[in-house]
């Protein structure tokens, strides 16, 4: 078991570009989080998949940011017109997703970088 | 003010010596998880938890839901186990709650 994949690793993009970050689950598990870490802020949910279902994007700036997961084995976030406070680490997670809080396995993250 | 509140923010120990961590919670908490990411970034998950106590190896953890807490014991105390503690609760539903971290520094 791989565990959870998120690639890349880091993102360098210039101001006013776009940044796709990729995650692919552990197999067989049906729940993917993304959550944002930065130094001031800390960990901060963005949004939830459950059975490649939006549940919850309360978290997700509501311009720029954009979830989707077009089926079981990954989750893209992308954002558009980068900003500098944009970047951050963007962490995604996975649990079995029979419901309720569970085990979350986080990925390594993707290190966001906007110049 | 924040639900989940670690403590201490930061700590430095002696190898083998030992350490607690704690949570404290102003939510209903039902469910508590421990994670540790060490220095390249990567949270790995060291316990799940319900009322009660785990323990792993070195590591024992308790979640007490009356009195809102929770803490992580460390024993004997390794130059591996460096990096930053989170704790998180969710209360009653899939959401997670984190802490802000305690960031443990083991030296030789």
């Known amino acids: 078991n791989a565990g959870v994949i998120q690639t890349p690793r880091h993102k360098v993009t210039g101001k006013g570009q776009e940044a796709t970050l990729w995650c692919e689950p552990i197999?067989?598990?049906?729940?993917v989080f993304w959550y944002r870490q930065t130094i001031v802020q800390g960990l901060e949910f963005l949004t939830y998949f459950r059975n490649q279902a939006p549940i919850d994007d309360s978290g997700m700036p509501k311009e720029r940011f954009s979830a989707q997961m077009p089926n079981q084995s990954h989750s893209t976030l992308k954002i558009q017109s980068t900003q500098p406070q944009d970047s951050a680490v963007y962490l995604c997670?996975?649990?079995?997703?029979?419901?309720?809080?569970?085990?979350?396995?986080f990925g390594s993250g993707t290190r966001l970088t906007v110049l | 003010g924040d639900k989940v509140k670690q403590s201490p923010s930061a700590l430095s120990l002696q190898e083998g010596t030992n350490s607690a961590l704690r949570c404290n919670f102003s939510i209903a908490a039902t469910t508590v998880q421990w994670f540790l990411q060490n220095p390249r970034g990567s949270l790995m998950n060291l316990f799940y938890?319900?009322?009660g106590t785990k323990e792993n190896g070195r590591l024992k953890s308790a979640f007490d839901s009356k009195e809102s807490y929770s803490t992580l014991h460390i024993r004997d105390a390794q130059l591996e186990d460096s990096g930053t503690y989170f704790c998180?609760?969710?209360?009653?539903?899939?959401?997670?709650?984190f802490g802000s971290g305690t960031q443990l520094t083991v030296m030789p």
């Open positions: 938890l319900v009322p």
């Open positions: 197999s067989g598990h049906s729940a």
């Open positions: 998180a609760a969710a209360s009653g539903s899939w959401q997670l709650i």
């Open positions: 997670a996975s649990s079995l997703g029979t419901g309720g809080a569970e085990t979350l396995y």
